[in-house]
């Protein structure tokens, strides 16, 4: 789950009592220095002044925030510098900080940093392929800390009575239909321990410039008794290892019902992957079941995909994604130049290897039209332990230019023990810190 910018702001400013949202009840000066909202007539004369207003409301003020320089009580007039560059209507909906939100969202991406490990991702990559010659590889970017675990595949056979999948090892062009792409059998060669994967054969698909290539079995093609009417309403899952041969075409894989066509993610680069994708197929689903492969080049240049072993059956994903049950032996050396992981035994040829590993939450940005869309890896309960690291970020920062008030140090108390709290409450399943050894582990 994750929250965005928007609710973690909100989330924020709840957990420190600094949340007052409002409405303007009338229009402001032509301006743009006044808005008025009668609600905020509870308040003192000028008793929110160094306030901050944040229109949330679209249009031209959307996300822009003014410090509050004067308040008139008695009809909720509001007077901000510097002025916004539209009038605020009436209607307009905003929020009311005591500390600059602007501030905020930079302590949640402080936070995040500080909360680490305490929350945290956990980081799968399963781009590295054996080729029974290396024990040495470059440690992915994608896992950023780690990796804390090695797993080496155990391959999967895809003849199986539950594989709806005619001829699914791809070693024939027999029963699959290619659009706008050339579809050739590629033979295993002396020098290449990469492809095919499993086999002596697999199927290579040639992509034209700057255009979207389908290669697909229908279910007239398909096996085991398969219809289009049998499969409505039923969860059906399509697996497939595919081969991006050329980083500019963008790979994924398919299944279309009568009412739609359902995509897996994107493959993430270069080398083999294994794409899914899960689907509750059309309730009245009558004639159409197909599944295949769908890629686009966005250049000139042809683009290359390989296809070898894919699976069409009625379930979960988790049946063909369980294919790494040995956990593997290895040293890490990574500092900020070297990141290399070494096997103690060679991975055999075309067994993927998938690492686990951490990295601290995505942070949002400084840049007020994403940050509210931009999104953390957190639920709400590990929610709680980022407001309070990024609370404790706020607090300090407002006292870090001068001796620590003592307003400043209770609220740090109370957040600490927050945080104390939350972490015992809703502890994050974290993986060790450092289970594959090596001189440069981190």
Aim: proline share 4%; net charge negative.
């Amino acid at each position: 789950m994750s929250l965005t910018g928007a609710a973690l702001l909100s989330g924020l400013s709840g957990f420190i009592g600094d949340d007052f949202t409002g409405t303007t009840t009338s229009t402001g000066s032509t301006a743009g220095d006044v808005l008025v909202d009668t609600a905020l007539s509870a308040h003192g004369e000028d008793s929110i002044r160094d306030y901050y207003i944040r229109i949330t409301a679209a249009g031209t003020n959307q996300y822009l925030v003014r410090r509050i320089s004067q308040l008139t009580s008695s009809t909720g007039t509001v007077t901000v510098v510097p002025p916004f560059p539209a009038q605020v209507a009436s209607g307009v909906a905003y929020e009311m900080h005591r500390y600059d939100p602007r501030e905020k969202f930079a302590c949640l991406d402080e936070g995040r940093l500080r909360a680490y490990p305490h929350i945290a991702q956990i980081v799968f990559d399963e781009s590295l392929t054996g080729d029974s010659y290396s024990r040495e590889f470059d440690i992915p970017a994608s896992v950023r800390k780690g990796p804390v675990y090695a797993f080496i595949e155990r391959p999967m056979g895809s003849s199986s009575q539950w594989n709806f999948i005619t001829n699914p090892e791809f070693d024939t062009l027999t029963g699959w239909t290619a659009a706008t792409v050339t579809a050739s059998l590629y033979s295993q060669q002396s020098a290449d321990l990469i492809v095919p994967k499993y086999g002596n054969t697999c199927t290579r698909i040639l992509v034209n410039g700057s255009t979207t290539g389908i290669y697909s079995q229908p279910v007239a093609s398909m096996a085991n008794g398969i219809t289009a009417a049998l499969s409505a309403g039923r969860k059906m899952t399509l697996g497939m290892w595919v081969y991006n041969a050329t980083a500019t075409t963008t790979t994924r894989i398919f299944i279309q019902d009568d009412g739609t066509t359902h995509y897996s993610a994107t493959h993430g680069g270069a080398g083999w992957e294994l794409l899914t994708v899960s689907a509750v197929i059309d309730g009245d689903n009558a004639t159409l079941l197909t599944a295949g492969i769908n890629a686009t080049t966005t250049t000139s240049d042809k683009g290359i995909v390989f296809a070898e072993r894919s699976w069409l059956y009625y379930g979960d994903s988790g049946r063909v994604t369980s294919i790494y049950p040995t956990r593997a032996t290895a040293r890490i050396r990574r500092d900020d130049t070297t990141q290399k992981i070494m096997f103690d035994d060679i991975p055999p040829r075309g067994r993927q290897i998938r690492l686990i590993g951490r990295s601290p939450l995505s942070g949002l940005g400084s840049t007020a039209s994403t940050q509210v869309s931009n999104t953390m890896e957190v639920d709400e309960a590990a929610a709680q332990i980022l407001y309070a690291y990024s609370a404790q970020t706020l607090f300090e920062r407002d006292g870090i230019y001068a001796d620590v008030p003592t307003e400043v140090q209770a609220r740090l108390a109370i957040v600490q023990q927050k945080a104390s709290e939350f972490e015992t409450k809703w502890p994050f399943t974290m993986l060790p810190g450092a289970i594959l050894q090596g001189p440069f582990t981190k």
